[in-house]
C-alpha cells in the first residue's frame, strides 16, 4: 500500500507539468508531514495514551473559485505506528476529505500568501493483523489549520487533525479516537 501511494503521488508529479499554464485553474499538491503531540483515546477501556510522533503523506486538488478562495479534496496516508501499553498492536490511517482555503497576498516575494485551510471527511483505520481487535466501522476526519506559500510553489502548513474510528473485540465495542499536531512541507503544481 505505502509503494502504490508512493508511486502514484510521483506518477501526478511528473505528469502535471504538462498541463500547466498561466491562467490557474487549480493546483495539485504533493505533501511529506510530521505528526507530533499525538495522542490516542479508546472510550470504554479508559485508555489514554500519548503515541510517539509519526510521519505522513498526502496529495491534494485544489479548484480556485476566485483568486483567493480554493475548494478542493485530497487523501492523507498516515503511516503505522505503535500503541503503548498494547502489547504490540499497531495502527495507521488514511483520511479522504473535501476542503477549502482562503488566501491573503502578503505582497512579499518570500512568503507569497498566507491562508487558512479547513478539512473534512472519512477516515480508515488500519490495525495490524496480529490483533485480536478489528475494525468495526471507520469514521469522521476532520482538521483546521494554517499554511502559506513560499516562493510561489512551497508550501508549509500547521494543523491540528482528529480521526474517529469504532474498535470491536469479541462483543465490545469501543470508539477510538486520534488526535495530532501536522506539520506539512509540499510542492504545488498550478494547472
Known amino acids: 500500500m505505502k509503494k502504490s501511494l508512493l508511486a502514484l503521488l510521483l506518477a501526478v508529479a511528473l505528469v502535471t507539468p504538462v498541463f500547466a499554464t498561466d491562467n490557474k485553474v487549480g493546483e495539485i499538491d ?11 483515546t479508546v472510550d470504554t477501556a479508559d485508555y ?5 510522533p509519526v510521519f505522513a503523506a498526502g496529495a491534494d486538488l485544489f479548484f480556485y473559485l476566485s483568486p483567493q478562495l480554493a475548494i478542493g479534496a485530497g487523501v ?6 505503535e500503541l503503548p501499553n498494547t502489547d504490540g498492536l499497531k495502527e495507521g490511517w488514511i483520511n479522504i476529505y473535501a476542503q477549502a482555503k482562503y488566501m491573503f497576498e502578503t505582497g512579499n516575494n518570500i512568503f507569497n500568501n498566507v491562508y487558512p485551510l479547513f478539512q473534512i471527511g472519512g477516515s480508515i483505520l488500519r490495525l495490524d493483523t496480529d490483533s485480536e481487535i478489528e475494525v468495526g466501522s471507520n ?14 510553489n ?3 502548513e500547521i494543523l491540528y487533525s482528529k480521526c474517529n474510528a469504532k474498535v470491536k473485540e469479541d462483543f465490545f465495542r469501543s470508539d477510538l479516537k486520534y488526535s495530532t499536531l501536522q506539520l506539512k512541507v509540499g510542492y504545488k503544481l498550478p494547472f
Not at 504533493?30 to 490516542?40: D, E, I, L
Not at 489514554?48 to 510517539?52: A, G
Not at 492523507?76 to 505506528?81: R, S
Open 30 to 40: 504533493v505533501k511529506a508531514g510530521f505528526n507530533f503531540m499525538s495522542n490516542v
Open 48 to 52: 489514554d495514551e500519548s503515541v510517539d
Open 76 to 81: 492523507d496516508y498516515i503511516f503505522d505506528h
Open 139 to 152: 469514521g469522521l476526519y476532520w482538521a483546521i489549520g494554517a499554511g502559506t506559500t513560499i516562493k510561489e
Open 154 to 156: 512551497f508550501l508549509l
